[in-house]
Each structure stands twice: as C-alpha cells, then as structure tokens.
Nanobody
Framework: QVQLVESGGGLVQAGGSLRLSCVGS????????MGWYRQAPGKQRELVAT???????NYADSVKGRFTISRDNAKKAVYLQMNSLKPEDTAVYYC?????????WGQGTQVTVSS
C-alpha cells in the first residue's frame, strides 16, 4: 500500500507564497514520478507539475515561472513552492505518485488565494 499525506495549504493574499509538502509511505519504489494536481470548484482536476526521480520536471503553462517543484528521494517527499499566487490558483491540491503503471493520490489540501 502507498499513502501520500499533504500539508501546507491555507489562505493567502494575492501575490503571496505557500509551500506544499507531501510525504509518502509504504511500498514506494526507487523509480517513480511524483507531482501535484489541482481541482477548482466546478472544474476538472488538472496537472500542476511533475518531477521524476531523476528530477526532470514538467509544469502547466499557467504556473511556469511562479511555482517550483522539488523532491527528496530519501524522504519519499515532494514539495511545491508557490510564489506570486493568484486568485485563479484557488483549488484543492493533490499529491500524486505514479509507479509501475499505478497512480496514487493524497487526500488533498485546500489553497485559497484572496484578491
């Protein structure tokens, strides 16, 4: 079993910053992709950023230059530094892990950006 636990969400004013953390436990293999997705009310879940174990990254165009994804392989953790936040970044953010053709999700953490 794989478990992913997020932390770091909250309420912030536009232009502010937040840092999300996600720590994995259980049967996590050495080769995987971790990342973050988000889902705003009434919208589909969308990719925010992913990072491979070799630290290759992929970002949604809407967050490029503002968000930075990183990981600590020893801690089985992935982080998302979010700067210059906008109201449209308001969503539930989900930690994600893909390994051996299986996808795993955290429970989600709310990020609210006020204007």
């Amino acid at each position: 079993q794989v478990q992913l636990v997020e932390s770091g969400g909250g309420l912030v004013q536009a232009g502010g910053s937040l840092r999300l953390s996600c720590v994995g436990s259980g049967s996590i293999f050495s080769s995987n992709t971790m990342g973050w997705y988000r889902q705003a009310p009434g919208k589909q879940r969308e990719l925010v950023a992913t990072i491979t174990v070799g630290r290759s990254t992929n970002y949604a165009d809407s967050v490029k230059g503002r968000f930075t994804i990183s990981r600590d392989n020893a801690k089985k953790a992935v982080y998302l530094q979010m700067n210059s936040l906008k109201p449209e970044d308001t969503a539930v953010y989900y930690c994600y892990l893909r390994q051996s053709w299986n996808d795993y999700w955290g429970q989600g953490t709310q990020v609210t950006v006020s204007s």
